[in-house]
Every structure is written in C-alpha cells, then in structure tokens.
C-alpha cells in the first residue's frame, strides 16, 4: 500500500524534530512495510516570510489531497508584530478549519521510566494510558454573539457563546466509542448538564448514540468539574474521556502534566470519514510548540513528533501494531537511560534531539 503523507515542519524546533520523524517514515518506506510518499512544503513564519501568507493556497490544495498531514510546530518572536490574519497559528487554524478536523485526540500515556518524572506519585501513574477526545471546532471558542461592548460608566460586558448542534456532539461521540472499541472499551462523557443547556444536549446525544450503535462499550457520564478532579486522583480510572471543546483544553492540560515534559506529549486531530474511502482526513502534530528558547541547538526532545507518527500510523495507516512497536521502541531508549534535557533526570546521559532519533530508529 502507498500513502501521502505531506510534512509540514514549521518554525523553531519544527523542522529539527520534524526532520527526526522523517528518517522514521523512510525507513517504513525501505523496509517495504508501506510505501510513504512523502512531500514537504512550508506553514507558520516560513510561510509567511515566503508568500505573505502562514499557508498557501498550494499547500492547502496538497494537504487535502493528503491521506494526512505532519505538523510540526510554528511560530516564534519573529513574528510577533505580524497581522492577526497572517499570523504563524492562522496557518495551523486554516489547516484545521478547511479540513474539518473535529476530532482531537490527546492521548496521556506514562512510560514507566519517567513515572517519577510526573506531577503525581509513582504509583498512580505508571502504566497510565488514557486518551482525551476533544470537540475542536464548535462550542464557545466559536460560537457567536463573541463581542466586547461598552456599557458607558466604565463599565463593559464581554459575552462568549456555547453553541452545539446535535450533529456535532454525534460525530465526536462516534469518534469516541470507535476508538475505545480498540482500546479498553469504556467511555467518560464529561460535561457540565447540572449547569449548562449544552451539557444536556451533550449528555442526551451521547446516550442515544451509545444505545443505538455501541452498546458494547461501557459509557459513563461524569461532571467536568469531577472529571478534573478525578484525573488527578485516580487517572487509571479512564480509557476514553469525551467532551467539549473548552472542558477539553483544560482536561487534556491537567492530562498532559501526569505524563511528564511537554516534549513528549503528541495528538492527532481527525475529520469525518470520506464517502468512498471511509478514510478521515487527519493532521498530527506535538501538543508543544516552536519552543524559540531551544531552537537550533539539538536540544528538543523529538518523541512527541515521532510519537504523533505512531498514532498516524494506528490511525491514518491501518498499522496498529507497528504503532505499538514503535511506542514500544520509545519506551525501550528510555528505559536505555537516554533523555534529552527536558526529560533529564539523575544518573541518566542527556543527547541530541538527532541522537534520540537516531536511537529510537535502531530500537
Ligand atoms: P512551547 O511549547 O514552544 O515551549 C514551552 C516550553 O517547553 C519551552 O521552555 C520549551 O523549550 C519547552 N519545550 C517545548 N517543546 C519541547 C521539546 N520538544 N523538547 C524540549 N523542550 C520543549 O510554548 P511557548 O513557549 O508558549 O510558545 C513558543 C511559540 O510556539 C509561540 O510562538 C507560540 O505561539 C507557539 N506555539 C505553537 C504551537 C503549535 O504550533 N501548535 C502550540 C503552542 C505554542
Ligand atoms: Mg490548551
């Protein structure tokens, strides 16, 4: 089987990590195991210092040809006066707006070797392996009346709006409880019905799609403001967790800190099935971004962008084992004692963004 598989290193540490992936994707594609075509344009800043603009209209049209998308990072001080339109992460919005990404899967997995590198105990994270699926492109980031009034007086009144139409909360929930069908086969729905008109809509769409198409798959309803709590107490508890956009920022941000240093955080942002194919459209990218204090030094930790190809992989690829190889590949050069300097820990020898490419290749 052949792939396209467009690679969008960005700004800052993007290209250095992006470049540490690609020796990962060429050897798939030397080995045999599936032929990846690979193309690499510009996003972000170098976009931007290119054509004006953070993507180009070629670039989109490639992407959408794409069966998916490798994003690096983008953005940086250089930037910082540019037009609120032309901005670096107006690329990564454009991206993700035009290919109808709804889905953002954020999953928090704790490597054994870095247990103690986490904000919790040992014992309550080793072995965590949870994934978050965020609603990204509806509820109160985009809803509208969004406006900042004057109300005289010095006073003002800002106003944001939570929309969801059912058939948003429809698609992200399939998108759930087909993902822990390969996985430990249970949902947390999250929100806040005890409050909020959307969180009963929310609760009431999730059930209905639970009963009529995955009864298999044990669905739990549980407040947002517990849910929080719970991932700090006991995260083992979860498979899946399923919610809105807002609740989901925050969720997937107390998840991510369980597991230790940004660098090693990937996710995956997915579309509806195409008619035909079945196949999403997908983009995957580090939770992290351009990181301007560390760039083109060799010191960004590259395993969030490798572990982003893993889950392009299980995703986009249909290769769900070597997904979990290469995962497994990541947990073996830190079990070796190989850290780059956000992970460094006592005892342990700190290298080269490219030495731990270069690692977790031979791995
Ligand atoms: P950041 O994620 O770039 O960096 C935060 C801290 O984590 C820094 O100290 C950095 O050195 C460290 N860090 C991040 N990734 C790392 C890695 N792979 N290895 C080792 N250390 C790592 O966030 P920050 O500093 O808030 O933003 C920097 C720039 O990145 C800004 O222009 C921001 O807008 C942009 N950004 C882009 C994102 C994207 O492309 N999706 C996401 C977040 C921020
Ligand atoms: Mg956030």
Redesign the pocket.
Known sequence: TSFKLLLLP?D??GPE?TAEARRIVDWFTAQGIARFETEEDLVGGSAYDAHGEAVSDATMDTAQAADAVLFG????PKWDGVAYDKRP?AG?LRLRKDLGLFANLRPAICYPALADASSLKRDVVEGLDILIVRELTGGVYFGEPKEITDLGNNQKRAVDTQVYDTYEIERIARVAFELARTRRNAVASAEKRNVMKTGVLWHEVVTRIHDEAYPDVALEHVLADNCAMQLVRRPKQFDVIVTDNLFGDVLSDIAAMLTG???MLPSASLGAPDEKTGRRKALY??V???????AGQG???PI?MIASFAMALRYSFGLGEWADRLEGAIATALDQGLR???IMQDGMREISTSDMGAAILKN
């Open positions: 960005g800052g540490i990590v990072a983008v953005g940086g992460e990564l240093s940004l660098g990218e580090p992290h971004g351009s990181a301007p204090d560390i010191k960004a930790n969030a780059t300097g956000d």
